[in-house]
Every structure is written in structure tokens, then in C-alpha cells.
């Protein structure tokens, strides 16, 4: 077994509303081994996000029960690097592509060394050739890819992904889910992410989570037990995974109920 | 409930320790008022009705001047959006003409007028135009092509395309260009009142100025800030009534960099006039003396020795007073902008101070600050720091949080988020600001010369008014138009210069960018 990057136990939080503090996430609790995909479905408004933005050290839990690493997280732990759905916004537009993707190296590793990890970033995500261009010019799916090239040039130990490929159209999304589950392969990140989409964190993932309720926690949690590497055909054909899918779709109907 | 109350405890504050301190005789200084003397100055010019004489007067004149500048400006702004070729050879002469500032008119339309209503209407008229005339000619450029399409496959003919498509279309545009006519148009009869008559309420602030009342100058500076945020409030109410639902879309009215030929193209009817007037009219004319009568004239002042160190007094003052504007606005705006504490607690005070029209603050600054450079370069500082501030701060708050939270969670330092994503981000709304304040700044520069006793191009232009000597004042309009002119291009070089810089391209079109004018948000 590999060791725990994340250990969440019994995590709460509270966000502000418009009558006082409002209980999001209760009691949630699991564990993140180096190496594993997580993908975490739910309803919108169960706190998926939520509970990303904490893993991400983006908000605080109400009590100190975050570990990433060995160290409680606080603030945005180094490491651990968020992808973010809205790659409009995500994105500086003032900014070619390689000095996107250099954002983060910025003052911390010498020019050689950026320039050398954001080549590997770019060619990893398949955009070697549009180093030099701006955002604007880019489709959704590219877009979306310099984005994962830019956490990847920080050599995170974990990619924490927000719907990340939410607002692509089947084609493009289908793709990326393969330039994702090739990269992790290359580099051995770990990957939680939140997804809308079912067979989407069945096909990525080795373990779903399902968050319901209101305020939300884990209800069930299933180990998907699919070989690697993956296929966007012969996988989803495979007995296992219309088992698992029969299982998470019942969990979330009842969850609707 | 308790936000809104936050914004009124502020003012409150600081007038009632403001009165305190005067009454406990910590300070005295007799340019400064209390709120209790400013108060009673009030009170006795509304019991002496002279203050709805004067709101009268100037309300009127801003009304008429705008209703005038709404009809005019929509047939000018649908010709020069409808057909192409009187777009090419207009643009250039209207980006010029629009760009001269108003205070550089004053003394033609007194020389032609007599210090009339009259010459107060045509100089509120010919600064509410244009902005009538470029939004409706944007609005009407907006139209999509679809619904072009649309109507020829309905088989409307020109005509009726026109009033059934593109009519209906532009109407939105013009609405706001319209909005700004009455604020711009209000400006400009302050302005024109304190340079030439004694009545209106620009007319009343020269004259307390001239009489060292400074109870009654703050007394008319505060009921000009009460009309202009009273004006503005209808104004946007009215328009909200008249589009319901559509967001006030904003529409080109900032010159469009060309290159040099297309350029000089546009500015033909502008020659022509000049030489049709040179032809025309004799030397003799009292208040149109043909152009090369204004040449001699520049000639002239040059020879006197006055125009040189007038032109270098003028430029000094500007460019100081726009980078003070430049630095306090935009730090201040950031302030505002990231805290909502003190976004609650200043904004509305901020957005009264805002809505002064810039000119009537200039006798209360000059009264405060004294005479002299320095206090030109802080008055005209305070004056347009506003739209650079109130913009800086509104493109604060539009920063996409996503984009903060990816700085954080791909972990820059805070100078590096600072550095790398806030400030390019605020860039685009603070350069509106500083196009807006840059116009603006022009105007209170000479109005600061004649007022302050300064000794730059306002002060020559108010001598010629005073000397009744035509040439030299529209020698001193060339020079101050031309001034304007080269600004505004410079500006609006740099907004769409940043705005490639800052790939702004694919968002939106620098061309379709909000008012120039504007003078509060």
C-alpha cells in the first residue's frame, strides 16, 4: 500500500449565509494514498467544491482535521495544485501559453530550469507548438489542457481538479480524460477531482466517492477495481463497470429521493 | 440595513467633528467654513431666492442644450453610421471638434454672442452633441449583420429598414449618450456661467469667489454636487425605465487610431471650413476674424514673449496634477475595491464628492489651496482623481475570483499576485478612468489659470476675452484644440496599446468601450 498524502477526518464547515453561519460539509472523512485517482460525485449544492476548496487550502475547516503530507493544511499547501473549471478566468489573457504555464516557477527556479519544466508541461499535454500563443486563440479543451501543464510544471504531488472538464462538449471531454489518466501515468500524481458526469469518475477513477445530504457528507464510497491502462471503449464494456455504475447510480437516485 | 448605515456615518462623522473643531476653536482658518456657517449661507441664498434663480438658470440651460443636442446629434450620429463614406470623411473632424474644451470656447461665444443665455446654450449644445452622435452612430455600427439579414428576407426596402431595424436598434445606444449630454451640458454651463455671466450657479461661484465668501462658494459647490447626483440618479432611473431589462450598452466613442491617410481624409471638412472661412469673411469681423488673422495673432503672443511660457505653465500643471490623479486614484481605489468595509463606509460620500460637476470645486480648491503651481497641480490632483479612483476600484471588485484563487493555490507571494495577476488585471478599467480624467483634467487646468491667477494658456484666454480680441482667442482654441486633440488620440493609442497587450482582444472590442466623457460611474 502507498502512504497517505491526505488524511480528512470528520471535517465540518461552515460558510457564511445570508442568516448566519451555514453548515456545508459534516463529519466527512476519507483518505488519499500517493498515486490514486479520487473522483467525488454529487449533486450540485452538496458541497462538492466545498470540500475540494478545502483539500486545496482554499477554505478553512472549521476544526484542524485536514493532513496533507504530515502537516495540517491552512493555506494553499505546496504540493497540492488546484485546476479550476472556469479556464476562462483561470487563465491570464495577457500571457502567451509557456508563460502561463511558467506562473508558478516564477522566482523560484532558475530561467533554464522554468524553461526546461514548461517544455515537459506542454509536450505532456500534446502543446508543444502553441507555446507562444495567447489564450484567446485557443479552443476550450486546449485551453483547459495548459491549465493542467500548469500545475504539472509545479510538480505537484496531487492535481485537485474542479469539474475540470464540465464545460467541454463529449469529444474533446473524451480526450482530455485520456491525456489526463496518460499524464498521471508518466508522472505518478495523485488526482482528486469533482466531476457531474458518472462514467466520467468511474472511467478515471480507482475510487468514487458519492457526497449527498444536506449539510453534505460521504455516503458511500466505491473501490472501482478496473484494470490500467484504460479504454474509452473496451472499459466501459467491462462487466465491472456496469456493476459499479449500477451501484453509484442507485446511490445517487436514492441520494435525489 | 447595517451596510447602508455604515455609509452614512461616515459623512456624518466628519461633518460634525469638522463643526467641532471650528466651535472648540482648535483651527482657524477663515477659508474653511464650519458646517454651521456653510449651512446658514444656505439658508439665507434660498430665502433670498437668488439659489432657484441660479438652478433655474443653469437647469434650463443644461435641458435645452441637451434636448437640442438629443435631436441634432441622432440625425448626425445615423448619417455617420449608416453611410460609410460620411463616416471616412467625418470621423477625424469629429474626434477634433469634440476634444476642444469647453472653457477654450467661452470667450468666441461671448466675442459672438454678448455674455448671453444664448451663448451659454451653444456652448452646453456643442459639448452635448457628441456624445449623442458618437453613440448613436455606434449603435447603429452594433447591429448585427443577421438582422440585416433578417430584413431582406423579409423584403423590407431601405426605408423601412432603417426605421423598423436599425432605428430600434441604435435606440438603446442613444439613450445613454443622451444621459451623458445632460451631465456633460451641465458642466459646461458651470463653466461657461463662471467665466462670463453672474447668474446660474457658475455664475454665483465666480462671484463669491471674486467677493471672498466662502461660506456661500462651499454653499454653491455643495447644491452643484446635489443637482449633478440628483441629475445622474434620474437620468439612470429614466433610461432603466425606457430599456427594461437590457444592460445600458456602451458604444464607440473614442477616436479610432487610423492610419495617417484615412486620418487626414477625416479631418477634410474641417479644412474646408477654414478655407471657406478665410475666404469669406473680412478682417475686419469682430467675432469671426479669418484664420490667418489667428496665426498673426499667435505670432504675436509668441513675439510678446507670453505664449511659450504659457504653454510650458499649462502642460506642467496637467501632466502633474494627471500622474498625482493617476497614483492617488488608483491606490485608493484599490483600497476600496479589496475591502468591503471601506467599500460600505465611502462609497456614498465618494459617489456625491464624484458627481460634483469637476468645475464647480475649482473655486473652493483654489480658496483653500492658495494660488501658485503647487496648488494648481493639487487642485486639478483632487478634482480628477475621481473617475480614476471610482473606475480603479470597480475593476477591483470585477477581478474573477477565480483567477485570485489560482494565484494562491499555485502559490505566488503576495508582491508576485500583486505584481503578475491584480494589477494587469485593474489595468483596462483604470485606463477608462484615466481617459476620462485626462479630458477632464484639461478643462480644470485653464479653469485653475483663470481663478488661481496662474499664468498658462486659461489666463491668455481670459485676457482676450476680456481685451474683446477675437484673433488671439481663437488663435488660443487652435492651440488648446489641437492639445486636446493629441491627448485623446494618445489616450485611446494606449487603452487599445494595453488592451492588445493584455489580450482584452477577445472579450471585447476596444472600439466598443464605455463613455470618454463620463463623470461619475
Redesign the interface.
Known amino acids: 500500500m502507498n502512504r497517505i498524502l491526505y488524511a480528512v477526518d470528520s471535517v465540518g464547515v461552515q460558510l457564511p449565509g445570508a442568516d448566519g453561519p451555514r453548515p456545508i460539509l459534516h463529519a466527512v472523512s476519507f483518505e488519499v494514498r500517493a498515486g490514486e485517482n479520487i473522483g467525488i460525485v454529487g449533486r450540485s449544492g452538496a458541497g462538492k467544491t466545498t470540500l475540494l ?1 478545502v483539500l ?3 477554505v478553512d475547516a472549521s476544526n484542524e482535521t485536514v493532513v496533507f503530507d504530515g502537516e495540517v493544511v491552512r ?2 499547501p ?1 504540493g ?3 485546476v ?1 473549471q ?1 479556464y476562462g ?2 487563465l ?4 502567451t501559453v509557456a508563460r502561463n504555464t511558467g ?2 516557477l ?2 523560484r527556479v532558475g530561467r533554464d530550469e522554468r524553461r526546461r519544466r514548461v517544455a515537459d508541461a506542454l509536450s505532456m499535454v500534446g502543446l508543444s507548438d502553441r507555446g507562444s500563443d ?3 486563440r485557443l479552443s476550450g479543451g486546449m485551453a483547459q489542457r495548459v491549465q493542467i501543464a ?2 504539472l510544471a ?1 510538480e505537484p504531488k496531487v492535481l ?1 481538479m474542479d469539474e475540470p472538464f464540465g464545460a467541454l462538449d463529449a469529444i474533446t471531454k473524451a480526450s482530455l480524460q485520456d491525456v489526463l489518466l496518460s499524464v498521471q501515468q508518466e508522472t505518478g500524481a495523485t488526482v482528486v477531482f469533482i466531476t457531474h458526469d458518472l462514467d466520467e469518475a468511474i472511467y478515471l477513477s480507482d475510487r468514487v466517492l458519492v457526497i449527498s445530504g444536506n449539510p453534505g457528507t460521504i455516503t458511500v464510497a466505491v473501490d472501482t477495481e478496473l484494470p490500467r491502462p484504460r479504454d474509452q471503449l473496451a472499459t466501459r464494456e467491462l462487466p465491472r463497470y456496469l456493476q459499479v455504475r449500477h451501484l453509484l447510480g442507485h446511490a445517487l437516485r436514492d441520494a435525489d429521493g | 440595513m447595517a451596510s447602508r448605515l455604515a455609509g452614512f456615518v461616515v459623512p456624518l462623522a466628519a461633518v460634525a467633528g469638522w463643526q467641532a473643531l471650528k466651535s472648540m476653536g482648535w483651527y482657524d482658518y477663515e477659508y474653511l467654513p464650519s458646517p454651521r456657517e456653510l449651512l446658514t449661507a444656505l439658508v439665507d441664498l434660498a430665502r433670498s431666492g437668488e439659489l432657484v434663480n441660479d438652478v433655474a438658470h443653469t437647469l434650463g440651460v443644461a435641458l435645452v442644450a441637451a434636448a437640442i443636442g438629443m435631436v441634432v446629434g441622432a440625425a448626425l450620429g445615423l448619417a455617420v453610421g449608416l453611410i460609410p463614406t460620411v463616416r471616412r470623411y467625418t470621423m477625424a473632424s469629429i474626434d477634433f471638434l469634440r476634444t476642444i474644451p469647453a472653457v477654450a470656447l467661452v470667450p468666441i461665444a461671448v466675442l459672438s454672442f454678448g455674455p448671453v443665455r444664448t451663448a451659454e446654450v451653444a456652448l452646453a449644445t456643442y459639448a452635448a452633441l457628441w456624445p449623442i452622435v458618437l453613440h448613436t452612430a455606434g449603435g447603429v455600427a452594433a447591429v448585427h449583420p443577421r438582422q440585416y439579414d433578417v430584413a431582406r428576407m423579409l423584403r423590407l426596402g431601405r426605408v423601412a429598414t432603417v426605421r423598423k431595424v436599425v432605428i430600434p436598434a441604435a435606440v438603446p445606444a442613444w439613450l445613454v449618450g443622451a444621459r451623458m449630454a445632460v451631465i456633460i451640458a451641465l458642466l459646461v454651463a458651470i463653466v461657461a456661467e463662471m467665466m462670463m455671466s453672474s447668474r446660474g450657479l457658475g455664475g454665483g461661484l465666480a462671484e463669491s469667489m471674486y467677493a471672498l465668501a466662502p461660506a456661500r462658494i462651499w454653499a454653491y459647490a455643495v447644491v452643484c454636487g446635489i443637482l449633478g447626483l440628483m441629475l445622474n440618479a434620474g437620468l439612470r432611473r429614466a433610461v432603466r425605465l425606457a430599456l427594461p431589462g437590457a444592460p445600458a450598452p456602451s458604444s464607440g466613442d473614442q477616436p479610432t487610431p487610423t492610419p495617417v491617410i484615412t486620418a487626414l481624409r477625416g479631418l477634410l471638412p474641417v479644412a474646408a471650413l477654414l478655407i471657406m472661412w478665410q475666404l469669406t469673411t473680412s478682417v475686419d469681423s469682430l467675432s469671426f476674424p479669418p484664420p490667418r488673422e489667428w496665426l498673426t495673432a499667435i505670432v504675436q503672443m509668441r513675439d510678446d514673449g507670453v505664449l511659450f511660457p504659457a504653454i510650458r505653465y499649462t502642460l506642467g500643471t496637467y501632466a502633474l496634477g494627471l500622474v498625482c490623479a493617476i497614483v492617488v486614484g488608483g491606490i485608493v481605489g484599490c483600497a476600496i475595491g479589496s475591502s468591503q468595509v471601506i467599500d460600505r463606509a465611502l462609497t456614498p460620500t465618494i459617489d456625491f464628492i464624484a458627481a460634483v460637476p469637476g468645475a464647480a470645486l475649482v473655486p473652493v480648491a483654489v480658496l483653500l489651496l492658495g494660488s501658485g503651481q503647487l496648488s494648481g497641480v493639487v487642485t486639478v490632483a483632487l478634482i480628477v482623481s475621481w473617475p480614476i479612483l471610482l473606475n480603479t476600484a470597480t475593476a477591483m471588485r470585477s477581478i474573477p475570483a477565480v483567477r485570485l484563487e489560482m494565484s494562491r493555490t499555485i502559490g505566488l507571494s503576495r508582491p508576485q499576485r500583486w505584481g503578475k495577476v491584480i494589477v494587469p488585471s485593474l489595468i483596462p478599467g483604470m485606463m477608462l478612468g484615466v481617459r476620462v480624467a485626462a479630458s477632464l483634467a484639461v478643462i480644470i487646468t485653464l479653469l485653475v489659470d483663470i481663478f488661481g491667477a496662474g499664468t498658462g494658456l486659461g489666463r491668455l484666454l481670459i485676457e482676450s476675452q476680456q481685451r474683446l480680441d477675437a484673433s488671439a482667442a481663437w488663435g488660443l482654441l487652435l492651440i488648446v484644440g489641437v492639445f486636446g486633440y493629441l491627448m485623446s488620440l494618445m489616450m485611446s493609442r494606449l487603452e487599445r496599446a494595453s488592451g492588445l497587450a493584455l489580450g482584452s482582444m477577445a472579450t471585447s472590442s476596444s472600439r466598443f468601450a464605455a463613455p470618454v466623457f463620463i463623470i461619475a460611474r
Open positions: 476548496r486545496g487550502g482554499l493555506r494553499p505546496s497540492a495544485v488546484m479550476f472556469d478566468n483561470a491570464l489573457p495577457w500571457r506562473l508558478g516564477e522566482g495567447h489564450p484567446w500548469r500545475a509545479l485537485l
